[in-house]
């Protein structure tokens, strides 16, 4: 037993099934809970944007908001922190007589290397592999030996029946908080406004939500954290909705036409066990077919990302991927195009608007921008996954950098010929013109 440790939120801002919390409280007498907002993520990256847009910290803030909430209702408190975590933790530490840090293991390359500085630092850090669906222990093979394209991937994991763990309850007691009142002034606790967490993160909490997204952050049943996490879980798998995924996921208007999971599941307010789960008992109530199938299929997927990651690292940021092909000349002019929305393509241009405006898109129109920055832009496709990394609610690191890499083909499975045709993808899934129309109007 540990007199005094730290609890590290990074991607998990949940208390469900977040076996790095347990074993923390398990092990502290004290236990002071933090979230650290990293200074790069205010810095203007080279395309010439911030890296974390509106939307994002909306949301981000939305959820921090809850999970204080959530650690009060437990006697906790959320300490919210601004500065780089190589400095901010080792003081802390220091500061609480704290001998060990508790967190989440992500694998992608900068959050690695933060790990590695406290490490350096002399801080004893206990990391969790807990975002994924499946644990690495249960595959039927070695993350060296992983299948290299995704659907070997799928067959190789249901040909061997591995199955979820089960998600592990939430808490229902927590060690007591340890603060020095010296540190107070540079906290966010429980008590604190939600506009204040919104300030620290400079989130702007003035802006209106467009009435035309798919994703409506200021509706309190799409806001960031875990409370409206589990609701909507609930809400959809007591829905019908799952029975039509498969028909409905490819829509590009309203709220229903797919799970909308992926916000919370980006953030860790919402565990993809949990959601596993939910599928199953739904699949119990109404009966299982291909349409709830590809609800684990898209689980999967998700998956296989952070596995590809474990595998390979920062490999997969380099400007050729893991393939030999050397990457084109990037065109700034033709980006900025993109970005904007006035590429004079109107299916592109309707879906980087709503991107703009909304801080979410389906994913067929995610597959479609990708195509034409990469095919018909030629432009480098890290400057593209740049400007998702800036925009999207639902962005992570793991699924961001796999899929621009699938549809570049600078991935595991390196093939050309991913263009996505315009006008056909156009005729296939707009054929009335509406979402056109809905994003190239006046507003």
Request: proline share 5%; net charge neutral.
């Amino acid at each position: 037993m540990h007199r005094s440790t730290i609890y590290w939120f990074r991607g998990d801002l949940r208390l469900h099934d977040n076996p790095a919390l347990l074993r923390s409280a398990a092990e502290s007498q004290q236990l002071s809970c933090v979230y650290i907002h990293e200074p790069a993520q205010d810095a203007e990256v080279c395309h010439g944007f911030r890296r974390m847009g509106s939307h994002r910290r909306r949301f981000l803030a939305d959820g921090l908001a809850d999970l204080a909430s959530r650690l009060a209702s437990l006697g906790q408190r959320l300490h919210v922190l601004r500065g780089r975590s190589g400095e901010v933790l080792p003081a802390l530490a220091a500061a609480t007589g704290a001998s060990h840090i508790f967190c989440e293991e992500i694998a992608a390359p900068e959050e690695q290397a933060e790990l590695e500085a406290l490490r350096r630092a002399g801080l004893q850090v206990e990391s969790f592999w807990q975002s994924s669906l499946l644990d690495q222990a249960d595959l039927p093979f070695d993350i060296d030996d992983m299948p290299r394209v995704f659907t070997a991937f799928r067959q190789r994991i249901e040909a061997a029946g591995v199955i979820p763990r089960a998600a592990v309850a939430a808490p229902r007691t927590l060690p007591p908080p340890s603060w020095p009142e010296r540190l107070a002034a540079a906290s966010l606790d429980a008590t604190s406004a939600t506009t204040s967490i919104a300030a620290l993160l400079g989130a702007d909490e003035a802006a209106a939500d467009d009435p035309r997204s798919a994703f409506p952050l200021r509706s309190a049943a799409f806001s960031g954290g875990e409370s409206a996490a589990l609701q909507h879980l609930t809400q959809y798998f007591e829905s019908n909705l799952p029975q039509y995924y498969k028909r409905t996921r490819n829509g590009l208007i309203g709220t229903s036409y797919s799970t909308k999971f992926s916000p919370w599941l980006a953030s860790g307010a919402l565990s993809s066990r949990k959601t596993f789960e939910a599928l199953r008992a739904h699949e119990r109530r109404l009966g299982a077919n291909e349409d709830t199938y590809w609800i684990w299929f898209e689980l999967l997927w998700r998956d296989y990302f952070r596995f590809l990651h474990r595998q390979h690292g920062s490999r997969l940021y380099r400007a050729a991927g893991l393939s030999q092909r050397s990457a084109p000349p990037h065109d700034p002019v033709a980006f900025r195009r993109w970005r904007e929305g006035r590429t004079g393509e109107p299916f592109i241009d309707a879906a980087m608007r709503e991107l703009a405006a909304t801080g979410y898109l389906s994913n067929r129109m995610r597959q479609n921008v990708a195509s034409f920055l990469v095919n018909d832009l030629a432009c480098d496709f890290r400057a593209g996954a740049a400007w998702f990394e800036s925009m999207l609610i639902d962005y992570d690191p793991c699924s961001n950098q796999g899929n621009w890499l699938y549809l570049a083909g600078r991935g595991t499975d390196p093939r050309d010929g991913r263009r996505f045709e315009p006008l056909r993808q156009a005729a296939m899934y707009d054929p009335d013109g509406a979402y056109r129309g809905l994003w190239n109007a006046t507003h």
